[in-house]
């Protein structure tokens, strides 16, 4: 969709006044410099960036499955999860529990292919809560013309179901998932090589996510990265893995870009 012929216009008609907060005073100037909405593609992250879900349907389908495929009992106690991805989380709960690799690992696709139908299968009891100007960040990129994608620890059926109840689903046109890949940045790569096809081989892309991992995943691929304060992590905390980006929330983004297209107008 090709931009708005005027861009102080299009974002005043999708943020009227009313909606504008301040800026949190955690991020600088410098934090949020114009330009973070010039890149050709996005890559989002979902839990946590664009979302949450209280009832963790998601996280806790982890150790009924485990338990049912391998017959062990398998916590997730002591495993990282944010930031992380599902084929991550079910190799360091495994090694944390002390099943040994030869015996999950063959059994690695009927694990998550039984996550996936828990998952599915409690869609009702989903509650997916929006992050701060979700619909309006991805809104405004859309009006702009921009390729929008998710960069996700979830397995690709889980990822695009939590999108759908969210009502986000159709903002999306491709995305990359952790099926095949417990290492972020090579889920980064492979997001980035779809990006590609769809916005041309010398497309410019932005990863927008809410942990470090999503940071450095980002810069392991040459990628710069937004990060949002939306989850457990603080500006400070975010900051120290140095994205080009740390704002509280999207929103600030948007804040920002009101006010520059102002002040541009103001000079004309």
């Given amino acids: 969709m090709p931009a708005h012929p005027c861009h102080e216009c299009n974002i005043s008609r999708l943020f009227p006044p009313a909606t504008i907060r301040s800026v949190n005073p955690l991020s600088t100037p410098a934090s949020i410099a114009p330009g973070w909405d010039d890149f050709d593609a996005y890559l989002f992250d979902i839990d946590g960036t664009l979302m949450r879900e209280p009832n963790r349907i998601h996280v806790n389908a982890f150790t009924s499955c485990l338990r049912e495929v391998l017959h062990r009992d ?29 015996h999950w690992k063959p059994l690695e696709r009927r694990i998550f292919s039984r996550l996936a139908e828990t998952v599915h299968a409690k869609r009702h009891l989903m509650e997916m809560v929006l992050m701060p100007s979700v619909v309006e960040t991805l809104e405004y990129l859309a009006s702009r013309g921009k390729v929008l994608g998710v960069g996700t620890g979830n397995l690709e059926s889980i990822g695009w179901l939590k999108l759908e109840q969210a009502g986000l689903r159709h903002f999306f046109t491709f995305g990359g998932f952790s099926d095949l890949y417990a290492v972020r940045s090579d889920m980064i790569a492979n997001a980035a090589d779809e990006a590609r096809k769809l916005a041309g081989p010398h497309a410019t892309l932005c990863v927008i996510g809410d942990t470090p991992s999503d940071v450095t995943a980002a810069h392991a691929n040459g990628i710069p990265a937004i990060a949002v304060a939306t989850s457990i992590f603080s500006v400070e905390e975010l900051s120290r893995v140095n994205p080009e980006w740390a704002v509280p929330s999207l929103q600030s983004l948007l804040d920002q870009t009101i006010a520059t297209a102002a002040s541009s107008n103001g000079k004309s």
């Fill in 74 to 102: 398998v916590s997730l106690e002591g495993v990282t999860v944010h930031g992380s991805t599902d084929a991550a989380i079910l190799r360091d709960a495994c090694r944390l529990a002390g099943v040994d690799d030869a």
